[in-house]
DNA sequence: ATTGTGCATTTGTCATGGACATTATTGAGT
DNA sequence: ACTCAATAATGTCCATGACAAATGCACAAT
């Protein structure tokens, strides 16, 4: 489908169409073309009817870049750079600053893809810690100190995606073991379209079933239209949205002022997470979350407001 | 961002931009624009810089169209008809087969919302037949039902969304209770981009688990390169993949090839779920599953070949 | 009755180049 | 130092044409 298997070419390496390396990099191919037309990379071959095909090593570059451009370059200033002039960039990012001696410990297991070993030190320092402290201080800092070094390419993007599993499942399993139904208020949990990081919602879940809210989880980019019609099937009281940094701070205010639209008044929506860190007003009718401590005061806030009745 | 808040509009609901529909409704900005021209539908409003404005409704027949054209119609058939015949061309799908009582009662359950009863039926299922028993048959069954059903539009995504959760829960639950680290072989476990479905991996990672085999995890949607640098850091024996039947069949077949070309012959490659039903030849050097059983038998194969050293 | 083959039609993806929205940067004015 | 406007950069959208890939169909062969 998008590579030339079997055939034989003068460049056997040639062979990702652009919507594989639309997939691979995620950058858009609308981006693709227009750097093609504007700083002249990449520069793929074409196929005996035009269509570009890029080669691996361009695959690589641009990938490159785009971890670049995450981390604050601009693409005109960096694009037609050799490949080891932007892996030096990368590396001279500065290093992670002062990280917990635990912290450090898990992070070398990581780096080592000592799968088992990792997973036991998350185990223990939940047991250590409690959930609460284990998801404002522990996952936290992973979660902070994994970003970074993403970033700085220090991490390959396996390490990232098993990082993610074990953090899952140690908090999959910690939230089942909560005592307890759960009781007032009904929050429903998920992110908007676009939105797939995960980790950030289930320490929300986490808290929250560690105070005894009951949770409505919906997982990762639930359309806003469908957000509108679960609240009432599942009764919520309170919508609450997580926003990663992967997310621009108006693409988050813009979605929680059209989910406010569309909802009743009578329920609230919470919104929280690194995207909306440095907000400083919230949009009408939302609140912002900028730490699990604010959320726990919200909690109470809550309750304290729909004790009467 | 996406819509016109605060703007006063003739129609104040069309404020959906080009990008706002791809993302609620799957469909390419290029579909969009290419039925627009050749149907005539939808023919959204435009902004003062002729971008194209749609209308909720718009939006909503949209996403009737793609469930429809998912279950096999064909666009240029259907799309000029009315959303309350496009609804009834939904529900006059083929209801669900016979059920097992058992199944039946939970999807009561999860149509009712009663969250709490649907998470507790399922941990009694796993209870009463062991982990293998709950993936091979309960789970299976659970997820045939939910695909149909959700084509022929009886569940709410939002349904989906939490069915998914939960099961994910119980599955990562299970998993860590497995007793033992694993050991040979050592399985890699993930999809490639675009394949989202996370259960179908869970599934797989239960049954490798109980077998005793240690898995490596990566999630879901890890590029092809990625897996190709992930094998000799974790040193793994076997990378398993999962497609569910969202994907059509030549992108697995596509993408197991591909992979197939960047690893080294040592490693096995292990492709199973929906996507893969109906194949009947494997491509050179890959391993088609059908069932957890074909799995099992695989395992077994590979013990006996690699126990001799 | 099922499976395979070739052809016609449908449908989605890609290309081009221009326009402009959005986001960062720069520089002037409190 | 901080805010705000002007400027530059960057990404997204548009229209239209072309064609690859998927699907459906008619007919032959097992």
Redesign the interface.
Known sequence: ???N?GAIEATADACYNIAAVE??TGLSKDTLRVWERRYGFPKPLRDRHDERLYSLPE??KLRLLRLLIDSGHRPGKIINRSVSELTQLLSSRAPAQNTPPEIQVMIELLLR?D??NFRNALQQALMKQGLLRFVSETVTALNHWIGEAWLAGRV????E??Y??HV???L??A??AQPG?GSAPRVLL?SL??EKHRIGLLMVEAVLAAEGA?C????TE??????K??VP??EVDIVALSFSSAVTQ??AL?GL??LR?LLPDGTEIWGGGGALARTRKAPEGILLLRSFDDMRYALERWRVEHARR
């Open positions: 489908m998008h590579n298997l997939r691979d695959l690589e893809h799968v088992e390959a993007i396996f390490d995606h098993l993610s599993e899952q499942n140690i999959r399993n939230i089942i139904r998920t379209p676009g009951a409505v989880a919906l997982g639930t359309p806003v239209i469908d957000i019609n679960a099937a599942y108006s693409a813009a002022s059209e639209g």
